[in-house]
């Protein structure tokens, strides 16, 4: 099966974090499915830098922190095996451009689950929530 190494990013202004929607595509998995933005890890790239530059290319976003590895996903859709790499970043600004996104939320955590996720990132809205309820 196919495999693909993707980075996200759950981008924080406050406690409201970016939740941004897919356009239409033919694996109706993904399609219209609300993910983290980021993408697939180009050869020779750290992971901090296809992050970098996939919030340029679809957001043109600048985090002001990048935190270390928040958690790796590994999900099998029934077209390749996914492994996904999200990070927990700042931003200062809600001022973002929907590059290549249909639709954006920016969502405190416990709306977070009200969105229609794509599957590979219940893992990672879980684990937010999850955390956000330690005292
Ligand atoms: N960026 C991102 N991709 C996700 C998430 N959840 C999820 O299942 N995916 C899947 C959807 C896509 O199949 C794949 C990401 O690939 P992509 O096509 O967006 O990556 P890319 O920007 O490098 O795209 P391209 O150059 O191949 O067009 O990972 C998520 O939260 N963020």
Known sequence: MKKIEVVAAIIYFGNEILCVQRPKNKLS???????????????????????????????????????????TVVHKYPDFELTMHSFVCYAETKDINLNEHISCEWLTLNDLIKLDWAEADIPIVNRLVQNGQKV
Request: net charge negative; no cysteine; glycine share 6%.
């Open 29 to 71: 998995y993904i399609s219209e499915k609300f993910e983290f933005p980021g993408g697939k890890i180009e050869k020779g790239e750290t992971k901090e830098e296809a992050l970098k530059r996939e919030l340029i290319e679809e957001l043109n976003f600048i985090p002001t922190k990048i935190e270390d590895l928040f958690l």
